[in-house]
């Protein structure tokens, strides 16, 4: 990766169609690179999710023409929640391949266009039409009923769940690309709206209007035109059934660091874990030589699109066991070092999650935000967080490994991405 | 029809209300007898026949071999695998607010049913909880035509003739 840049991310930019958008973080991720020009680009990537919210079919065609890139070779990729995710490793096929030298990911959503209520809706019509969302279909009820399970299981408490919420809303504070950067209180997280039990407005992200866009290039482009450039080490994705009903109860994935007398009683992954991140990540770990992530990651920017999910994500990825992720949480290891988040956390900051706010506290505009994570990530193993965010509060000391973790529907495609230092 | 004048919701950037509806023609094709058989006060999930694996929300190849399934009647009682109630919900449901959807576990199947369930206090709702299945009188053969209540206070009815 040579290059990054993201829009702020906004409930509405009214002033701003999604080609703008993408033009703005297309032009910002070309800043630090002046020796690389477009004629340097093979071809472009395009992500965005929804035809619904968007009503406008071959929308990234629009974009590959507004940017100056016809008639280069371009496409759209679309899964979801994880578009974004697929996007950036999609990008990454084709330079991997040998297919670019240079390919361009970008991404954008623009949900302002209908009310949250009817955002909702569209976002549902991602579940199974005839059996899933006629009943209710609500992706936050979903979710409840997942994290319902998960406590019913492990014992994970609400608020342990809140924690997550505290944490990104507090490390988006010192992120100004982030939509919705506040101090709470595990109180505050409690007292909020209920939408779905045990889920509160401040465990769930927002809907939001944004782009990002990724520059991936040989390493041989890179060494000419980029003082730090950064590697993709390990990619991974998988899958699970469309309706949540369908999972089956079996047996765990194992991680290198795990065995299966470790799950012993676990039926898997019912509707409590994410087979697919389980997977997504194990392929990734293969692929960057990774054995144990807790020791060998700098940080971690994974897709929080509920507080529960992050939670449930901690043990999919390996940095603590299934069923560990509440407490996980409660020991401060995900929590930035340095940053007074109003608790007690003995083992505050032993691996950051989200320094940039995730998806809670950033916003969740659905094709930009997994190449929004691949940004962040870009800058932190750079280490250039200071010049981007205008301080030095999130960057991770010696960032020399970073993982993002984009991840659809209710599991249905997830993508993990290794990241490192060069 | 007269042309209605377009709604203009903000002048500077210029912005307008666009209107957009349309009915489909909609299969629900290998799937059909599972709506029919709501009408009949059936509950059909599917079962496998070569490796026997029984889905409680029907599909007619087996996700685990790949081979055809056969129609499987299931028991119209069951108990709550997880739950939640929404206080809110797409555009289309929040009149119905505020809902108790769970995912019902039966006997001798192998996967789950995503259903509503009603008559019943929100803060009852437990994990475990026995269900048993209604079915809607005038069918809209839609997966709504059944919904799950309470089991012990209200026996089940028979199915409808």
């Known amino acids: ?68 890139l016809c008639p280069k070779p371009s496409k759209r990729i679309e899964g979801g929640g994880a578009t974004g995710g697929l996007c950036f490793q999609s990008a990454w096929e084709a330079v991997a391949s040998g297919r670019m030298n240079c390919c361009v990911a970008f991404g954008f959503e623009t949900m302002s266009r ?16 005839n059996f899933d969302f006629p009943v209710g279909g609500f992706y936050s009820g979903y979710y409840a009923m997942m994290v319902q399970r998960h406590m019913h299981e492990f014992g994970t408490t609400v608020e342990q769940m809140a924690m997550v919420s505290v944490k990104n809303h507090a490390n988006a504070l010192y992120n100004p ?118 020791e060998e990651l700098s940080f971690v ?59 809670l506290a950033c916003g969740h505009p659905v094709g930009a935000t997994g190449l929004m994570q691949a940004v962040f990530a870009f800058w932190q193993l750079q280490g250039t967080t200071n010049q981007h965010l205008g301080n030095p509060t999130l960057q991770v000391k010696n ?22 230092a060069v | 029809m007269a042309e209605k004048g377009t709604v203009v919701l903000g002048v500077d950037p210029l ?13 629900y094709a290998e799937d059909s007898p599972f709506f029919v058989g709501l009408s009949k006060g059936k509950l059909l999930g599917s079962r496998c026949t070569k490796c026997g694996y029984v889905y409680a929300t029907p599909r007619s190849h087996c996700m685990e071999c790949g081979a055809p399934t056969a129609w499987h009647e299931l028991p119209l009682r069951g108990s709550i695998h997880t739950f939640t109630t929404c206080h809110y919900g797409g555009e289309a449901f929040l009149k119905e607010t505020p809902f ?31 269900v048993a299945a209604r079915f809607a009188k005038m069918p809209s053969f839609k997966v709504t035509d059944v919904w799950f209540e309470p089991a012990d206070p209200h026996p089940p009815l028979p199915p409808a003739p």
């Open chain 2, 100 to 130: 108790t959807l769970i995912l019902v576990e039966f006997d001798g199947a192998n996967t789950l049913f995503l259903s509503r369930l009603k008559g019943i206090k929100p803060e009852a709702v437990r994990i475990g909880l026995p």
């Open chain 2, 15 to 27: 912005v307008i209300q666009d209107h957009y509806e349309i009915d489909y023609r909609h299969s």
């Open chain 1, 177 to 294: 690309y982030a939509q919705k950067a506040k101090k709470l209180t595990i109180k505050q997280v409690r007292e909020s709206p209920m939408v779905a039990t045990p889920l509160t407005m401040e465990d769930i992200c927002t809907m939001s209007d944004g782009a990002a866009v990724c520059l991936l290039a040989s390493e041989e482009v890179a060494a000419k035109v980029c003082e730090r450039p950064v590697r993709i080490a390990g990619v991974g994705s998988g899958s699970d059934a469309m309706r949540m009903a369908d999972r089956p109860h079996g047996k765990v994935i194992l991680l290198p660091h795990e065995q299966e007398s470790d799950y012993a009683q676990l039926k898997y992954p019912g509707v409590h874990s994410f087979r697919g991140g389980r997977t997504a990540a194990k392929l990734a770990y293969q692929m960057a030589g990774i054995r144990n992530p807790m």
């Open chain 1, 399 to 420: 960032a020399r490994r970073g993982l993002i973790h984009s991840h659809a529907g209710t599991g249905t495609y997830i993508t993990v991405s290794i990241l490192e």
């Open chain 1, 301 to 359: 920017e994974l897709h929080d699109a509920y507080t529960s999910s992050e939670i449930q994500t901690y043990e999919d990825l390996g940095l603590c066991k299934y069923g560990e992720g509440g407490r996980f949480v409660e020991s401060g290891s995900p929590f930035m070092p340095g940053i007074d988040y109003g608790m007690t956390l003995p083992k505050q900051g032993r691996l950051p999650v989200n320094p940039s706010g995730g998806l």
């Open chain 1, 114 to 129: 209908v009310n949250t209520w009817k955002g909702n809706e569209f976002i549902a019509l991602a579940s199974d039409t």
């Open chain 1, 1 to 68: 990766m040579i290059g990054g840049g993201i829009t702020k991310f906004a409930k509405v930019h009214p002033d701003k169609d999604f080609r703008l958008m993408v033009k703005e973080a297309y032009d910002y991720a070309f800043r630090e690179i002046p020796r690389f020009t477009k004629d340097m680009i093979d071809g472009a990537v395009g992500s965005y999710f929804s035809d619904h919210f968007t009503r406008q079919l071959k929308a990234a065609s629009m974009v590959q023409d507004y940017l100056g």
